[in-house]
């Protein structure tokens, strides 16, 4: 039986969990749901995950959400060889999930869904710009942080692993910000290795699939 994944276009976690997908060539059926018409809150995907949350994947009938959860289960359950997303002994499987954890912690909640949370999820009000000027430095700090991080193309070596997935979506993020709202710049904070290491994940065989077809043009 084929998994189930359940997607959400534009989540980052989401993303995060399709790239996963395509890279370990597990066999899934895509279920996308709509945001704006309140899929993930109707009861039959409540009755799949009781927190409405996407990614979820069904596996034989059984059920999990959060993000890197599922990383670690696909890992566990499919990569057979190469690729793996967790590579190596276990020092380096570990600061797979710490650059993970930084990642999620510090360049997302701290900078980019800050940026975004000023610049649209406040109606009509005008973008606080001494908290954009804060997230806009932790994000360049960060993204500086994550560039000496690299090991060879990717973060643990000639192939991606979790770490690349979680944070590749935060930098097309940045991208998509500075695309919606030049004024923010946020694509100048990019440093050029991490410049060059997007462009190697974006140009992956299976990478335009997985794009938000609503971020096009």
């Known amino acids: 039986m084929a998994l189930f994944f359940y997607h959400g276009h534009g989540s980052p976690y989401s993303w995060r969990v399709w790239l996963a997908l395509e890279q370990l060539r597990v066999p899934y059926e895509l279920k996308v749901l709509s945001f704006s018409e309140g899929d993930t809150r109707k009861p039959e995907f409540v009755a799949i995950n009781p927190r409405h949350t996407v990614p979820t994947i069904v596996d034989d009938g059984w059920a999990l959400w959060e993000s890197e959860a599922i990383l670690e289960y696909l890992d566990e359950r499919f990569a057979s060889g190469a690729p793996v997303l967790y590579p190596g002994d276990a020092r380096s499987r570990a600061r797979v999930r710490r650059l993970s ?117």
């Open 101 to 217: 954890r930084e990642a999620q912690e510090y360049l997302n909640l701290q900078g980019v869904d800050r940026i975004v949370d000023e610049y649209f999820w406040k109606g009509d009000a005008p973008p606080d710009e001494a908290k954009l000027a804060e997230a806009r430095e932790r994000v360049a700090t960060e993204l500086a942080y994550f560039a000496k991080e690299l090991r060879g193309d990717y973060l643990a070596g000639s192939a991606p692993s979790a770490a690349d997935l979680v944070l590749y979506p935060m930098v097309a993020y940045v991208k998509r910000v500075t695309q919606r709202k030049p004024e923010s710049k946020l694509t100048e904070l990019i440093p050029p290795p991490i410049a060059a290491w997007a462009a190697r994940i974006e140009a992956m065989p299976y990478f335009d699939k997985t794009f938000p077809p609503h971020w096009r043009g």
